[in-house]
């Protein structure tokens, strides 16, 4: 059974740090991407970074690049966001997914979302200002 646990969302002052965790199961972690999605109220869902477990490549879009990290730990299957010098546009239910089309992550470009196989449940990031 395919599952992915977000955790670690909550209420920060601007400026403040928070980290984020994807526990993940159920399939081959190394032979995936993981990526974070945030949604933030009347917003579209949008592509915040991800990682290709297998090489290690990242992808950022432009606005938290700089003040967020995305890492993986293999022995555990869980990817980590740290988020650094947050603000409240950060505001949002972020997301963790999971695909195996792999092969995008070579050009640096995001991946669209509906290559996502696997979704797992929101947690809330409240930036005040």
């Known amino acids: 059974d395919v599952q992915l646990q977000a955790s670690g969302g909550g209420l920060v002052q601007a400026g403040g740090s928070l980290r984020l965790s994807c526990a993940t199961s159920?399939?081959?972690?190394?032979?995936?991407?993981i990526g974070w999605f945030r949604q933030a109220p009347g917003k579209e869902r949008e592509g915040v970074s991800y990682?290709?477990?297998?090489?290690?490549?990242?992808y950022y879009t432009d606005s938290v690049k700089g003040r967020f990290t995305i890492s993986s730990d293999n022995a555990k299957n869980t990817v980590y966001l740290q988020m650094n010098n947050l603000k409240p546009e950060d505001t949002a239910v972020y997301y963790c997914?999971?695909?195996?089309?792999?092969?995008?992550?070579?050009?640096?470009?995001?991946?669209?979302?509906?290559?996502?196989?696997?979704w797992g449940q929101g947690t809330q990031v409240t930036v005040s200002s």
């Open positions: 997914a999971a695909t195996d089309h792999t092969g995008i992550v070579s050009l640096g470009i995001e991946i669209p979302q509906h290559w996502y196989d696997t």
């Open positions: 159920g399939f081959t972690f190394d032979d995936h991407v």
């Open positions: 990682i290709s477990n297998s090489d290690g490549r990242t």
